[in-house]
């Protein structure tokens, strides 16, 4: 009986923390419209890191991949007004940065 009301309870707290994360990005993206600054340090500190392996991956030059990685998060800032949350703003951020990869490949494919 005591295991099952433990295992009730694990549930429970895995379904809030779960809600949790999903309303904090909400929550960060409201406050970044309103142009809260502390919600913007705080998105890119959330995301900065998993933003720039992706870049590292794909574009094989730490410096590159830097510079990728920024510009991801500014095309992100600068649509943010028409940004719907959805609950996948991290793979709204690959997309961008998938994109920004492909066309630095591109690029370094003509020269």
């Known amino acids: 009986m005591q295991s099952c009301e433990s295992f009730r309870r694990l549930h429970f707290l895995s379904t809030i923390l779960f809600y949790l994360a999903l309303t904090n990005d909400f929550l960060l993206i409201r406050k970044m419209k309103q142009g809260d600054d502390n919600a ?27 510079d990728l990685t920024q510009e991801t998060f500014i095309r992100f800032f600068t649509r943010l007004p028409d940004y719907h949350y959805k ?14 990869c492909k066309d630095y490949l591109k690029k370094t494919k003509e020269i």
């Open 40 to 66: 913007f340090d705080l998105f890119v500190h959330k995301y900065y890191q998993e933003i720039l392996s992706y870049c590292h991956h794909h574009c094989f030059d730490k410096t590159y991949a830097e």
């Open 87 to 100: 609950g996948k703003t991290l793979n709204y951020l690959y997309t961008i940065a998938g994109n920004l």
